[in-house]
């Protein structure tokens, strides 16, 4: 049988085509995402043809449509909307790139591999990968090609992408600056621009939080930096005050909250989702320390037009309104020798207690990609067989 002939029955396939991306498929934004396309004629006897080919970008928007409302013109906020691959996107689509055409009228001999290239970028002001429970936005890798009288055949391959609020600013103001040292026609590239940012807010800015309960001192509060990667752990120091604190409970939580203006029920309560918890017995302590930590599989804060997600560590504290140290030794005396050196004490039988809740708000920003891709899994080929 001819391969690309369009005669009677149903043609073999044997066109083997695999999509490829670089570095485990995690990228930030405004990067070059350089991909591979593989097809090779399995066929040992019959040559094979292939119309075109052409590959793009494509980024999609899915939302809980009980609870959101998508703008008629997010739903439209494709710049190629009239590309070849548009309409094998599927709906949602807010992010088609400039798509690149791999070959025309391609011949393929019996077990002939051809291999092209090509890249992409999504724009800095691009959402980054999440999948919650009110939106989720997914980006892929989309590959289509079309044997001679046959239908397009797509190949989509998911990308991670990592995001950081405000980015856009550093590469429209920094791209044309030039270290003083490098040569003339060598810029600084914009993937330095981007960790350098997260590297400055995440420098060392010690931070103190008071929790108080009817203006009595409950805990000092203190964190060392103001923002935290993906992947790293938050480090908490605790100071004890007046009030005696039985018991702390600390919960490193991400928070889904819709825009006011895409709700389609008013004051819809934002999704918490607990990522990590840590609980510390301290009664009698002064001071002490926890640490949570944040995964690699998870997003940045960020927030849309849709929705807002940021984080916070909940406290739950549990006090008593009796004193630290007399009132309590007190209470669990039982006999004192006539001497006074010896004492029967054993714990209290009842302690009344309260809890206070009180949420502090930290920022996530991203982590290397090289460094999230080698922990969070994520596919780097994609194969099909037309």
């Known amino acids: 049988m001819s391969g690309g002939g369009g005669g009677k029955g149903t043609p073999a396939k044997t066109l083997h085509v695999e999509v490829a991306v670089e570095r485990g498929g995690v990228f930030i934004v405004g990067e070059s995402i350089k991909c591979t396309v593989t097809i090779s004629n399995t066929s040992p006897e019959n040559?094979?043809?292939?119309?075109?080919?052409?590959?793009?970008?494509?980024?999609?928007?899915?939302v809980e449509e009980r609870c959101v409302l998508l703008q008629r013109e997010?739903?439209?906020?494709?710049?190629?909307?009239?590309?070849?691959?548009?309409?094998?996107v599927g709906e949602g689509c807010f992010l088609s790139s400039d798509p690149e055409?791999?070959?025309?009228?391609?011949?393929?001999?019996?077990?002939?591999?051809?291999?092209?290239?090509?890249?992409?970028?999504?724009?800095?002001?691009?959402?980054?990968?999440?999948?919650?429970?009110?939106?989720?936005?997914?980006?892929?890798?989309?590959?289509?090609?079309?044997?001679?009288?046959?239908?397009?055949?797509?190949?989509s391959l998911?990308?991670?992408?990592?995001?950081?609020?405000?980015?856009?600013?550093?590469?429209?103001?920094?791209?044309?600056?030039h270290h003083p040292f490098a040569p003339k026609d060598e810029g600084v590239k914009f993937e330095d621009y981007f960790m350098d940012k997260v590297q400055s807010l995440c420098c060392k800015r010690p931070r103190?939080?008071?929790?108080?309960?009817?203006?009595?001192?409950?805990?000092?509060?203190?964190?060392?930096?103001g923002a935290f990667r993906l992947g790293d752990p938050i480090d908490i120091n605790l100071e004890f005050g007046e009030v005696m604190c039985i018991?702390?409970?600390?919960?490193?939580?991400?928070?889904?909250?819709?825009?006011?203006?895409?709700?389609?029920k008013e004051n819809t309560p934002p999704r918490i989702t607990t990522h990590d918890t840590q609980t510390i017995q301290c009664i009698h302590?002064?001071?002490?320390?926890?640490?949570?930590?944040?995964?690699?599989?998870?997003?940045?804060?960020?927030?849309?037009?849709?929705?807002?997600?940021?984080?916070?560590?909940?406290?739950?504290f549990v006090v008593s309104q009796l004193k630290p140290s007399s009132e309590v030794v007190d209470a669990g005396l039982t006999s004192v020798s006539e001497k006074g050196l010896d004492c029967d004490w054993r714990p209290l039988a009842h302690l009344p207690v309260s809890t206070l809740s009180w949420d502090m708000s930290v920022t996530v920003v991203p982590s290397l990609p090289q460094y999230i891709s080698t922990v969070a899994w994520q596919r780097t080929h994609s194969k099909l067989n037309i």
Request: hydrophobic share 35%.
């Open 47 to 62: 040559s094979d043809r292939i119309a075109w080919a052409t590959g793009q970008i494509s980024g999609r928007i899915s």
């Open 285 to 316: 302590t002064r001071s002490t320390a926890l640490s949570l930590h944040i995964p690699l599989n998870v997003v940045n804060s960020f927030s849309t037009n849709v929705i807002l997600v940021r984080w916070q560590v909940c406290f739950d």
């Open 158 to 177: 998911p990308i991670r992408i990592i995001n950081l609020p405000g980015v856009k600013q550093i590469t429209e103001n920094s791209r044309g600056s």
């Open 247 to 264: 018991q702390v409970t600390a919960k490193l939580q991400v928070l889904e909250t819709i825009n006011p203006e895409s709700e389609k």
């Open 101 to 155: 055409i791999l070959l025309c009228d391609l011949q393929l001999k019996p077990l002939q591999t051809k291999t092209l290239t090509f890249s992409g970028k999504v724009p800095t002001d691009c959402p980054p990968s999440f999948r919650g429970t009110y939106v989720k936005y997914s980006y892929m890798v989309i590959v289509g090609l079309q044997r001679v009288g046959e239908e397009v055949s797509i190949v």
């Open 208 to 225: 103190s939080y008071e929790v108080k309960t009817a203006d009595k001192l409950v805990c000092i509060v203190r964190l060392m930096r």
């Open 74 to 88: 997010i739903r439209h906020e494709v710049p190629n909307s009239k590309s070849a691959l548009s309409r094998h």
